[in-house]
């Protein structure tokens, strides 16, 4: 997916049905600002509706759209790209075009190229007419090749990232996660029966407790205390049964209705359409030092175009050597620990891999990595 940046905090990615102004002053939470998408409105946030005057309702339908403008500005020294809205729009706000964006520089010619490109794209996208006062000599660089993304199957510890029989992605949870769920509730069911025998023996036993050597004021309370605590383990064993009931077990990512939906058995437990997400996060909690690289903690999440995070999957099993075949642990070492966007080339992981997998499947989502020291 093409990425270009106008300016120091805002970039536009784009692919061939899509097109996204992206806001990111704060790196770890980049803002979707515009998003035009083939054959639905034309959608932007609430800053952007009140700077450039549009409808409260943030979206403007593909009818009321006129064509894509890009042109030299004088007064701001700079290359604006903008859109002109239908006579009805004009006259609630009293001009028939908008600015989408702005390149700035001193040199007149230095982002021309770039901004006819992303011009081209939008027009593209929204199916509408692209006029320029650029030169015409000038012509949008090509789109370069796509790098080929990881081969599937992909193991993620505990998940396992597969294609189904329909052609979806499949994240299926492996069954050692259950096991270790139903072997920790077998030990706290053994506690239980250990602790409950041996306070009702010591309250119904005619030997003495004793006086010293306990941490408690009164000894007498030694029973009482075991009891609780086979209580509390029997709280944790229902606990553990309810999430073993209620977690899913894959997560369904489908590419032809754009959906991401997650399932336990035959019942979904939710699901999300892809219209509703503006990003995917990659998120991996690393070992500082080592010679092998090891991942402590690992996290897929959406996020939405309301501003929140929805886990698609978190795994918090240590993997050591984590690198995927043919990746270089000196330069993965490198990489600065701050959320930036991921790219193909860039992948050293089988998580990062499995999200960029996603983000391509619900129809060429960015996907941004967050890289943290353990």
């Given at each position: 997916?093409p990425?270009?940046?106008?300016?120091?905090?805002?970039l536009?990615?784009?692919?061939a049905?899509?097109?996204?102004?992206?806001?990111v002053?704060?790196?770890a939470?980049?803002?979707l600002?515009?998003?035009a998408?083939?054959?639905?409105?034309?959608?932007?946030?609430?800053?952007?509706?009140?700077?450039?005057?549009?409808?409260?309702?943030?979206e403007?339908?593909?009818?009321?759209?006129?064509?894509?403008?890009?042109?030299?500005s004088?007064?701001?020294?700079?290359?604006?790209?903008g859109?002109?809205?239908?006579?009805?729009?004009?006259?609630?706000?009293?001009?028939?075009?908008?600015?989408?964006l702005?390149?700035?520089?001193?040199?007149?010619?230095?982002?021309?190229?770039?901004?006819?490109?992303l011009?081209?794209a939008?027009?593209?996208?929204?199916?509408?007419?692209?006029?320029?006062?650029?030169?015409?000599?000038i012509?949008?660089?090509?789109?370069?090749?796509?790098?080929?993304?990881?081969?599937?199957?992909?193991?993620?510890?505990?998940?396992?990232?597969?294609?189904?029989?329909?052609?979806?992605?499949?994240?299926?949870?492996k069954?050692?996660?259950?096991?270790?769920?139903?072997?920790?509730?077998?030990?706290y069911?053994?506690?239980?029966?250990?602790?409950?025998?041996?306070?009702?023996?010591?309250?119904t036993?005619?030997?003495?407790l004793?006086?010293?050597?306990t941490?408690?004021?009164?000894p007498?309370?030694l029973?009482?205390?075991?009891?609780?605590v086979?209580?509390?383990?029997?709280?944790?064993?229902?606990?553990?049964?309810l999430?073993?009931?209620?977690?899913?077990?894959?997560?369904?990512?489908?590419?032809?209705?754009?959906?991401?939906?997650?399932?336990?058995?035959?019942?979904?437990?939710?699901?999300?359409?892809?219209?509703?997400?503006?990003?995917?996060?990659?998120?991996?909690v690393?070992?500082?030092?080592?010679?092998?690289?090891?991942?402590?903690?690992?996290?897929i999440n959406?996020h939405?175009?309301?501003?929140?995070?929805?886990?698609?999957?978190?795994?918090?099993?240590?993997?050591?050597?984590?690198?995927?075949i043919?990746?270089?642990?000196?330069?993965?070492?490198?990489?600065?620990?701050?959320?930036?966007?991921?790219?193909?080339?860039?992948?050293?992981?089988?998580?990062?891999?499995?999200?960029?997998?996603?983000g391509v499947?619900?129809?060429?989502?960015?996907?941004?990595?967050?890289?943290?020291?353990?």
């Amino acid at each position: 997916m093409p990425r270009i940046a106008v300016s120091a905090n805002s970039l536009v990615d784009y692919s061939a049905d899509r097109w996204r102004l992206i806001q990111v002053d704060d790196p770890a939470k980049p803002k979707l600002v515009v998003e035009a998408k083939t054959g639905l409105p034309f959608r932007y946030n609430g800053y952007f509706a009140v700077s450039r005057d549009l409808p409260e309702s943030g979206e403007i339908l593909g009818a009321d759209l006129g064509q894509v403008v890009l042109g030299w500005s004088n007064e701001s020294s700079s290359w604006q790209l903008g859109l002109t809205l239908s006579p009805e729009i004009s006259l609630a706000r009293s001009s028939r075009w908008f600015e989408l964006l702005r390149f700035t520089d001193a040199d007149a010619s230095a982002h021309e190229a770039a901004a006819m490109q992303l011009g081209t794209a939008l027009a593209n996208t929204l199916d509408i007419p692209f006029a320029s006062t650029a030169s015409a000599a000038i012509e949008p660089e090509p789109e370069p090749e796509p790098i080929a993304l990881e081969p599937l199957p992909l193991d993620l510890g505990l998940w396992r990232l597969e294609r189904g029989i329909e052609g979806e992605l499949r994240l299926e949870r492996k069954e050692r996660w259950l096991r270790a769920k139903q072997r920790q509730i077998a030990w706290y069911g053994l506690l239980t029966v250990v602790y409950l025998w041996v306070s009702f023996s010591t309250l119904t036993s005619e030997l003495g407790l004793p006086i010293a050597g306990t941490l408690i004021p009164n000894p007498a309370w030694l029973p009482y205390l075991g009891i609780a605590v086979a209580v509390l383990l029997l709280l944790a064993m229902a606990r553990l049964a309810l999430i073993i009931l209620r977690e899913p077990n894959a997560i369904i990512i489908n590419p032809y209705e754009k959906t991401i939906s997650a399932a336990r058995g035959n019942r979904q437990v939710w699901k999300v359409n892809a219209g509703g997400v503006q990003s995917i996060y990659a998120s991996e909690v690393v070992k500082k030092r080592g010679r092998k690289p090891t991942v402590f903690h690992g996290e897929i999440n959406l996020h939405l175009l309301n501003g929140r995070f929805m886990p698609v999957l978190i795994d918090k099993e240590k993997i050591v050597d984590a690198l995927l075949i043919g990746r270089d642990s000196g330069t993965d070492k490198e990489r600065s620990l701050d959320v930036h966007a991921l790219e193909p080339e860039a992948v050293s992981t089988a998580l990062q891999a499995a999200a960029l997998h996603i983000g391509v499947c619900l129809g060429e989502l960015p996907v941004w990595y967050d890289r943290r020291l353990k």
